[in-house]
């Protein structure tokens, strides 16, 4: 059977003879230039994939804490706040006075009656710190003039020493006269008259010189005494500003006692700054509630962030950290950095856990070095404080969009 056969002739007639031609499709003149940002479009996406990154965040909370911890300050007993000498921020030291407390004495006493007493305490110590010092300038002066004695001694032995040495010349001089005139004698030269005059000259230079010995072993012995004095001297007034100083000693505990009863001095335990002031003047000091506390010297504020043990997996140390502090928001003062710089091993349970934040499930604490102690807000610095609460956002791993998207495939991959 031919086509002739299957077709009515009119079918065939129609095709053979047909008055239009075969369709010419017309491309339209804006297809190449929507072409070619569709491939520019595609070749874009392919290179943000590849080379475009993304970090994967856990997002987690905490709050700050000093890394040398906080020194908490209580009042030892109950009393009424009369003077409070630090400010927020004051860096204080060891012994500087934070508080001043009145209390209740528990004496049948009246407060004029305790005042006179105490009164008459500092008149007596006063009095008594009066004559130490008197006594201390008679004593300089007694023994400045025990000194100038001994001085004058020294040199009165000097000159005698010079005057016996030169009478010693003089009796051995005339020792040797008399020795001459008496050989003389014997061959009748002189006569004994002249013997006897020489005779007499050595004796009377004899007792000169005796009688300057003599003035030299009372000079001696007069400035043995003077010594024995001056040492004396020291010890006796030692002796005297020893008991003095103990009755002042005495008298001012019995006044360190009687302000005790009344007042009650709260000192900085350590160096450091004031920082959380929960006490003012004038309010009733709770021992069992701390009136401030003090981030010692030397302590950086870090922040201790409770990862949930769920997204513990990937977060290792020197890991950075962005921190967005609560009282701080970040749509206007931004976010701060930090780094990890430990990460506990322990879990921590909501039912144990004594933190200023609560705990929703279990978490691991991990400690967050700042790179800035304070926050920039409204052109000045201002310094954080312990205890704040804080958002961040660990920054676990930062990979290829690719990567990314085809993460499922390497990890089936790798499991295979």
């Given at each position: 059977m031919?086509?002739?056969g299957l ?5 065939l007639?129609?095709?053979?003879d047909?008055?239009l ?6 491309a339209?003149?804006?297809l190449p230039?929507?072409?070619?940002l ?5 070749l ?5 994939a590849c080379?475009?990154e993304?970090t994967?965040?856990a997002?987690?909370?905490g ?10 300050v ?7 706040i009369?003077e409070?000498q630090v ?18 004495s528990g ?9 006179a ?12 710190t ?12 007694e ?5 100038d ?5 020294r ?7 010079g005057?016996?040495?030169t009478?010693q ?6 020792a040797?006269?008399a ?6 004698a014997?061959?009748h ?5 002249q ?6 000259e050595?004796?009377?230079?004899q007792?000169k ?7 030299r072993?009372t000079?001696?012995?007069d ?5 024995t ?7 006796k007034?030692?002796?005297q500003?020893a008991?003095i ?8 505990q019995?006044i360190?006692?009687?302000e005790s009863?009344?007042?009650i ?10 920082t ?9 000091a ?7 506390s ?6 950086a ?5 409770m990862?949930p043990?769920s997204?513990?997996?990937f977060?290792?140390?020197d890991q ?6 609560q009282a701080?928001?970040y ?15 322990t879990?921590?349970?909501?039912k144990d856990a004594?933190l200023p934040?609560e ?5 691991y604490?991990?400690?967050v ?10 052109k000045q610095?201002?310094p954080?404080?312990?205890g ?5 956002d660990?920054c676990?791993d930062t ?8 993460d ?9």
């Amino acid at each position: 059977m031919n086509e002739t056969g299957l077709f009515r002739s009119q079918a065939l007639a129609f095709k053979r003879d047909r008055p239009l031609g075969e369709a010419i499709g017309i491309a339209s003149p804006a297809l190449p230039l929507l072409t070619a940002l569709a491939s520019a479009a595609a070749l874009a996406l392919i290179a943000f994939a590849c080379w475009g990154e993304y970090t994967r965040k856990a997002h987690v909370s905490g709050y700050l804490a000093p890394s040398m911890g906080l020194i908490k300050v209580y009042a030892p007993q109950s009393g009424t706040i009369v003077e409070k000498q630090v400010a927020e921020g004051q860096s204080v030291k060891a012994g500087d006075t934070l508080y001043v407390l009145s209390t209740e004495s528990g004496s049948k006493e009246t407060p004029q009656v305790q005042t006179a007493a105490l009164e008459q305490l500092r008149q007596r110590r006063d009095s008594l710190t009066a004559e130490l010092n008197q006594r201390a300038e008679l004593d300089r002066i007694e023994y400045q003039a025990l000194l100038d004695r001994e001085q004058g001694l020294r040199r009165e032995l000097q000159q005698l020493d010079g005057e016996i040495a030169t009478q010693q010349a003089r009796v051995e001089g005339s020792a040797t006269s008399a020795d001459r005139f008496r050989q003389l004698a014997g061959k009748h030269f002189v006569s004994p008259v002249q013997i006897q005059q020489k005779q007499d000259e050595w004796l009377d230079n004899q007792g000169k010189l005796q009688a300057l010995q003599r003035n030299r072993l009372t000079a001696q012995r007069d400035l043995q005494a003077t010594q024995t004095d001056i040492a004396g001297s020291r010890l006796k007034f030692q002796n005297q500003r020893a008991a003095i100083e103990r009755n002042i000693s005495e008298l001012n505990q019995k006044i360190t006692e009687s302000e005790s009863r009344r007042t009650i001095v709260i000192s900085a335990p350590g160096d450091g700054t004031v920082t959380a002031i929960l006490a003012e003047r004038g309010q009733v000091a709770n021992p069992a509630n701390p009136l401030l506390s003090i981030l010692p010297a030397g302590a950086a504020l870090r922040a201790q962030l409770m990862v949930p043990s769920s997204a513990i997996g990937f977060v290792e140390t020197d890991q950075t950290v962005l921190i967005r502090y609560q009282a701080f928001p970040y749509q206007r003062f931004g976010s701060y950095s930090g780094r990890i710089v430990e990460i506990a091993k322990t879990l921590i349970s909501p039912k144990d856990a004594d933190l200023p934040i609560e705990l929703q499930e279990p978490a691991y604490r991990v400690t967050v070095a700042l790179d800035r102690q304070a926050v920039s807000a409204y052109k000045q610095e201002m310094p954080l404080q312990s205890g704040m609460r804080l958002d961040a956002d660990i920054c676990l791993d930062t990979r290829r969009l690719i990567d990314w998207v085809f993460d499922p495939l390497y990890s089936l991959t790798g499991r295979v």
